[in-house]
């Protein structure tokens, strides 16, 4: 396995470990203001693997597409992943 995939596999399972904890935290009816911090912690934590895969996408497939001649629809396909991870 990669270094960088790794990386992604641990990030996302401290994710998974912080969903845990919010569910925890909502049945012990904890301080919303609490919850409401994890909560962004958890999007900022998701957003930051949707960038890295976007940058590793970018410079392995998408690169790849255009030397071989295939970058139009690489391109076209990457910038609607962009708006709908924009969107999110």
Do not use: P
């Not at 990669?2 to 996302?12: G, Q």
């Not at 962004?40 to 949707?50: C, E, P």
């Amino acid at each position: 396995m990669s270094a960088d995939k790794e990386k992604l596999l641990n990030r996302l399972k401290r994710v998974e470990g912080q969903v845990r904890g919010i569910q925890r935290m909502v049945e012990e009816d904890r301080y919303c203001v609490d919850v409401l911090v994890q909560l962004s912690a958890i999007n900022a934590a998701l957003k930051k693997v949707g960038y890295t895969m976007l940058e590793n996408h970018t410079r392995g497939c998408v690169t790849k597409a255009v030397h071989e001649g295939e970058g139009d629809e690489a391109i076209d396909e990457l910038m609607k992943v962009i708006q709908q991870f924009s969107r999110s």
